[in-house]
């Protein structure tokens, strides 16, 4: 029997009612990290015959040289038990014109192939930016796993606004 949480996407009408100042609540944290503006990444691993992915907000560049980024996955996520050291795996950062595959991805509903490349890193298709990553380090961070990844290929998509999380909504610049 597993004990994994099925995993919800993170966007609640109406938004949660603020808690009141210097309250450190679940809640209150929620609220407060709500508001700041982030990119939406899909992460994706090529698991034969499926790929597996989510969408991912928690996304950072971390050095040039060597080339690294972190992604934070959930520790119920679908992909984390994947993303051990040494996996190959892929981090798309989605357009403003990608916002339905946000939530898709968003949902565990199994998916089909056909967002991403068909071989090779499952890069979403028509992504703004596609970074092929080897897994480098895994590090508890508490209600998620904090992955450090090296790029080994970037793919520059053409260039369009970007799609950002903000106040539990996908936005775009204006």
């Known amino acids: ?9 993170g966007i609640r009408a109406g938004g949660a009612p603020h808690a009141a100042s210097g309250e450190l609540t679940a809640d209150a944290l929620r609220d407060a990290f ?8 899909v992460v994706a691993v090529r698991d034969e015959p499926h ?3 989510i969408t991912a907000t928690a996304f950072v560049p971390v050095s040039i040289e060597p ?13 984390l038990p994947l993303l051990e050291p040494g996996a190959a795996f892929a981090i798309s950062i989605l357009s403003a014109d990608q916002r339905r595959l946000a939530s898709m991805f968003a949902d565990p509903a199994p998916l089909g192939r056909e967002h991403f490349a068909a ?4 890069l979403v298709r028509g992504a703004l930016v596609g970074l092929a990553c080897t897994v480098r380090d895994v590090h508890p961070g508490g209600d998620h796993a904090i992955v450090v990844a090296q790029i080994s290929r970037l793919v520059m998509g053409d260039e369009a606004p970007p799609l950002l999380y903000y106040g539990r909504e996908y936005r775009v610049l204006a």
């Open 51 to 53: 790929v597996v992915a």
């Open 119 to 122: 071989e090779g890193e499952p």
């Open 67 to 79: 080339p690294l980024v972190l992604v934070c996955i959930g520790t119920n996520a679908i992909v």
């Open 34 to 41: 709500s508001r700041w503006a982030s990119g939406v990444t």
């Open 1 to 9: 029997m597993s004990s994994r949480r099925p995993i919800r996407a």
